[in-house]
């Protein structure tokens, strides 16, 4: 049993003994989340009834509790993490839920979608909610996105709520259609929590902005750096916005996905693609990096492209996925001069 579509999201248990994965396909004839075994790469559970591809997952840190996104109307669905029976569903307005994070005590989800929700009355751009999770409610909707809302993240503590937006919108005029530039593709809010939700506060950091597409978002371990993913891969400085570092991935400069290793001594940046549908695959990587210098340690090369990858809860191993259901384990150097690394279990791609 593997996926046979593009595996867009991966997430590992709070001991990173588990991770769950999601793909999609055109089809739509891949609709079940894994539950893998780490490092076998063997599957142990099936997350079963989402009625389009998954587009995004989350364990949450305390257990108990996988979430999963859903394209098209979708939704979010939340599965017990021991049985893998579903418990809950929250979010049925959703369109395409492309990001899913839980805070750091579990009773928070951030959602981050799309914004042209056909089963929404009015398209008022809410495409960043949060949600309490043990009441399946809606507490707060945290401003107003032209584009979507991509990836999503609390900082350690919980107090900050972090989204990135694609950036782009479709202006739609009454004889012709254009993409539209949005500024503002990082947003941050002040979390306080209430007894019955929050109190969220936007903290407008007008330098902190991609050009567009911030496909992966994630604080520092002590909450004072942000590392974004997308159209370049910066780390910023959380209080005054300001771009301490960057990390250059390439042919293109663009990173399907990104991620942060727990102790935050490492970035990871997964790439690569077609130029059209049927050409050969360029640029497929996986690529670890100095947190600090911003120097590449090693890079790891897919036969396809990388679309999501996540760090092990030590941070010893990353597993990393992407087109056509290939799935890797990738044990990290044992130093930064970088030593021998062996690759741990592979699930080849289907193709």
């Given at each position: 049993?593997?996926?046979?579509?593009?595996?867009?999201?991966?997430?590992?248990?709070?001991?990173?003994?588990?991770?769950?994965?999601?793909?999609?396909?055109?089809?739509?004839?891949?609709?079940?989340?894994?539950?893998?075994?780490?490092?076998?790469?063997?599957?142990?559970?099936?997350?079963?009834?989402?009625?389009?591809?998954?587009?995004?997952?989350?364990?949450?840190?305390?257990?108990?509790?996988?979430?999963?996104?859903?394209?098209?109307?979708?939704?979010?669905?939340?599965?017990?993490?021991?049985?893998?029976?579903?418990?809950?569903?929250?979010?049925?307005?959703?369109?395409?839920?492309?990001?899913?994070?839980?805070?750091?005590?579990?009773?928070?989800?951030?959602?981050?979608?799309?914004?042209?929700?056909?089963?929404?009355?009015?398209?008022?751009?809410?495409?960043?909610?949060?949600?309490?999770?043990?009441?399946?409610?809606?507490?707060?909707?945290?401003?107003?996105?032209?584009?979507?809302?991509?990836?999503?993240?609390?900082?350690?503590?919980?107090?900050?709520?972090?989204?990135?937006?694609?950036?782009?919108?479709?202006?739609?005029?009454?004889?012709?259609?254009?993409?539209?530039?949005?500024?503002?593709?990082?947003?941050?809010?002040?979390?306080?929590?209430?007894?019955?939700?929050?109190?969220?506060?936007?903290?407008?950091?007008?330098?902190?902005?991609?050009?567009?597409?911030?496909?992966?978002?994630?604080?520092?371990?002590?909450?004072?750096?942000?590392?974004?993913?997308?159209?370049?891969?910066?780390?910023?400085?959380?209080?005054s916005g300001r771009m301490v570092r960057q990390?250059?991935?390439?042919?293109?400069?663009?990173?399907?996905?990104?991620?942060?290793?727990?102790?935050?001594r490492y970035v990871a940046t997964g790439s690569?693609?077609?130029?059209?549908?049927?050409?050969?695959?360029?640029?497929?990587?996986?690529?670890?990096?100095?947190?600090?210098?911003?120097?590449?340690?090693?890079?790891?090369?897919?036969?396809?492209?990388?679309?999501?990858?996540?760090?092990?809860?030590?941070?010893?191993?990353?597993?990393?996925?992407?087109?056509?259901?290939?799935?890797?384990?990738?044990?990290?150097?044992?130093?930064?001069?970088?030593?021998?690394?062996?690759?741990?279990?592979?699930?080849?791609?289907?193709?």
């Amino acid at each position: 049993m593997k996926h046979i579509g593009e595996i867009k999201t991966i997430s590992l248990s709070p001991d990173g003994s588990l991770c769950v994965t999601g793909a999609m396909n055109y089809q739509s004839t891949d609709r079940s989340a894994l539950v893998w075994n780490v490092p076998s790469l063997s599957v142990v559970g099936e997350l079963k009834g989402h009625t389009d591809g998954i587009y995004s997952s989350a364990w949450s840190p305390i257990g108990g509790i996988i979430a999963t996104g859903g394209g098209g109307t979708d939704h979010v669905r939340l599965w017990d993490d021991t049985s893998y029976r579903q418990i809950g569903e929250i979010g049925r307005d959703l369109f395409i839920v492309d990001a899913l994070a839980f805070s750091p005590d579990g009773r928070f989800l951030l959602t981050g979608s799309a914004n042209n929700a056909p089963a929404a009355s009015v398209h008022d751009g809410s495409c960043f909610r949060v949600w309490d999770v043990r009441r399946r409610k809606e507490v707060a909707r945290l401003g107003v996105h032209l584009s979507s809302v991509r990836s999503v993240a609390f900082s350690r503590g919980g107090r900050i709520a972090a989204c990135g937006s694609s950036g782009q919108f479709m202006s739609r005029g009454k004889t012709e259609s254009e993409d539209v530039f949005c500024p503002q593709t990082i947003r941050l809010w002040d979390i306080t929590p209430r007894f019955w939700g929050i109190r969220a506060t936007e903290k407008f950091v007008e330098a902190m902005e991609h050009t567009s597409w911030v496909n992966s978002i994630r604080f520092s371990p002590n909450g004072e750096y942000l590392f974004t993913a997308g159209r370049g891969c910066f780390l910023w400085e959380v209080t005054s916005g300001r771009m301490v570092r960057q990390f250059h991935t390439g042919e293109s400069n663009y990173a399907n996905c990104g991620d942060l290793s727990p102790d935050g001594r490492y970035v990871a940046t997964g790439s690569g693609g077609q130029d059209e549908p049927g050409a050969p695959y360029r640029n497929c990587f996986v690529r670890l990096w100095d947190a600090s210098t911003g120097r590449e340690i090693v890079r790891w090369k897919h036969e396809y492209a990388v679309t999501a990858l996540a760090f092990s809860a030590g941070g010893a191993v990353i597993v990393a996925g992407g087109h056509h259901g290939e799935l890797r384990i990738w044990k990290l150097p044992d130093s930064a001069s970088g030593s021998p690394v062996q690759v741990v279990g592979t699930v080849p791609g289907s193709f």
